[in-house]
């Protein structure tokens, strides 16, 4: 079993930035994938960003490429999300999810725990 907690959202304006982190207990998470989704109203989750804990590989959604960052500190078991460049329709709540495999899939049935999401909210 593995228990997240996702903190970081807010509210702020277009260009402007935000950090997210999730905060990961339980089991260990060596040889798993952790990623970030997100989800806007009336909209489906959609996947945002990957890293395997085990390898350091990340993998990006093409609509966040070059503006967000994924990393991971593996003493604090934690992996976060440095948003650059925000824009309006990056409103959403974003949730981190651990998949057990090292292999990344951006598939949302593909992950097993999910955190609570943390909403984000960039206004233009």
């Known amino acids: 079993q593995v228990q997240l907690v996702d903190s970081g959202g807010g509210l702020v304006q277009a260009g402007g930035s935000l950090r997210l982190s999730c905060a990961a207990s339980?089991?260990?998470?060596?040889?798993?994938?952790m990623s970030w989704f997100r989800q806007a109203p009336g909209k489906e989750r959609e996947f945002v960003a990957a890293?395997?804990?085990?390898?350091?590989?990340?993998y990006y959604a093409d609509s966040v490429k070059g503006r967000f960052t994924i990393s991971r500190d593996n003493d604090k078991t934690t992996v976060s999300l440095q948003m650059t460049s925000l824009k309006p329709e990056d409103t959403a709540v974003y949730y981190c999810?651990?998949?057990?495999?090292?292999?990344?899939?951006?598939?949302?049935?593909?992950?097993?725990?999910w955190g609570q999401g943390t909403q984000v909210t960039v206004s233009s």
């Open positions: 339980g089991r260990t998470l060596s040889m798993y994938t």
């Open positions: 890293i395997s804990w085990s390898r350091g590989s990340t």
């Open positions: 999810a651990v998949e057990r495999s090292p292999v990344i899939t951006t598939s949302v049935p593909a992950y097993d725990y």
